[in-house]
């Protein structure tokens, strides 16, 4: 019986040489993650500057998006759906960063004023940062499903769940 895919690792074991060694699938599915980050990472340092020393605003912008991008990777860890605190904070956090990510942005492309918020600042300001946020979703989603897959090596399938699994398990009747 096997409990991760493939897919569930940036690299492979079961290759001869560092380049085959590089799951490509895993790493392409993260990059636009980290590609949406720093158009946003941009702007919110870049905001910053405005206010703090340019090697302070530098933290500002990548400390920021490094913080949802982390998110992200936390999720990708956290199988048990069950753990209700875990979850809320998960959210939390991550409707923070994206709420942030706007008013800052949109704050920046207006000039640093409120009164100056106009329609284009926000076309500017909201976009990566929801279209990173529903990435990151569709990427948890499919992450968690991947691992709650099980693999029966006796007959060659994959189950859905470790109940699935479990109930087959039982009248599997390949050695």
Same mark, same amino acid.
């Given at each position: ?66 913080? $949802? ?44 004023? $409120? ?19 529903? $990435?990151?979703?569709?990427l948890h989603r ?8 099980? $693999? ?24």
């Amino acid at each position: 019986m096997t409990t991760a895919l493939p897919i569930a690792r940036p690299l492979r074991d079961d290759a001869p040489t560092w380049w085959q060694r590089i799951n490509w699938q895993w790493w392409l599915q993260r990059a636009p993650m980290v590609i949406l980050a720093v158009p946003a990472a941009w702007g919110v340092g870049s905001f910053a500057a405005e206010k703090l020393p340019w090697f302070i605003a530098i933290f500002a912008g990548l400390g920021f998006e490094c913080a $949802y991008i982390g998110a992200v990777a936390l999720a990708d860890q956290q199988h048990n759906s069950r753990d209700r605190v875990s979850v809320g904070l998960w959210w939390a956090l991550n409707i923070m960063a994206v709420c942030s990510s706007i008013v800052t942005n949109t704050l920046f492309f207006a000039g640093g004023k $409120y009164a100056d918020i106009t329609p284009e600042a926000v076309t500017h300001g909201a976009p990566l940062a929801l279209l990173a946020f529903m $990435y990151g979703l569709v990427l948890h989603r499919s992450a968690v499903a991947a691992a709650a897959r099980v $693999y029966c090596d006796r007959c060659d399938r994959w189950f859905d769940s470790r109940e699935a699994f479990n109930g087959h398990k039982r009248t599997c009747g390949k050695p």
